[in-house]
């Protein structure tokens, strides 16, 4: 995948978070949608089969072996280089605030691993994070609580 598939991702989650109604059920629709925003054909399907892998994984999430909650997460070198300080701060963050277990953390590395670019900036790593939390089926009033604190542009630790 390249930048502009995470452009598209970050479209969607910034265009559908909000909306009550969510995004299109239809895939035509909603590539029609992307490809009227400017977007490529090419990266338009790879996003979809990055969403499509998300749900993949959500289906088998009660197979995937539960991390105890005081087990402490070493990050792999490409990881590191991938998801920088900040990232993996945010990351941290949210779990210690119970926002997110181990099984979703690891969820949200492996949809960010996922995206073929270098380096995600913490503002991609937030929305990769938000279409996670999404896919995850968060309680109604956690949803604004979750889309301020990834809008937010601090990157300080909340308490």
């Given amino acids: ?8 991702l970050m479209f969607l989650f910034d265009n559908y978070l ?5 995004m299109p059920t239809d895939e035509k629709t909603l590539a029609c949608e992307l490809e009227e925003a400017g977007f490529d054909t090419i990266d338009i399907s790879k996003a979809f089969d990055w969403l499509g892998e998300l749900a993949e994984i959500k289906q088998t999430e009660s ?5 105890p909650s005081n087990a402490i997460r070493v990050y792999l070198p490409q990881e ?7 990232c993996r701060g945010f990351l941290h963050q949210l779990e210690n605030m119970e ?4 099984t979703t953390r690891e969820i949200i590395i492996d949809r960010a691993m996922a995206i073929e670019v270098d380096h995600l900036s913490l503002q991609q790593f ?5 279409l996670v939390l999404l ?5 109604e009033d956690m949803l604004a609580w ?13 308490h």
């Fill in 63 to 67: 197979t995937l072996i539960q991390t």
């Fill in 135 to 139: 896919n995850s089926g968060l309680h």
């Fill in 126 to 130: 937030k929305r990769i994070v938000g």
């Fill in 80 to 86: 590191q280089h991938k998801l920088d300080v900040s």
């Fill in 18 to 22: 909000s909306i009550e109604d969510g």
């Fill in 146 to 158: 979750i889309e301020d604190l990834i809008y937010s542009e601090s990157e300080s630790v909340l």
């Fill in 99 to 102: 926002v997110l277990d181990a």
């Fill in 1 to 8: 995948m390249k930048e502009n598939v995470i452009d598209v």
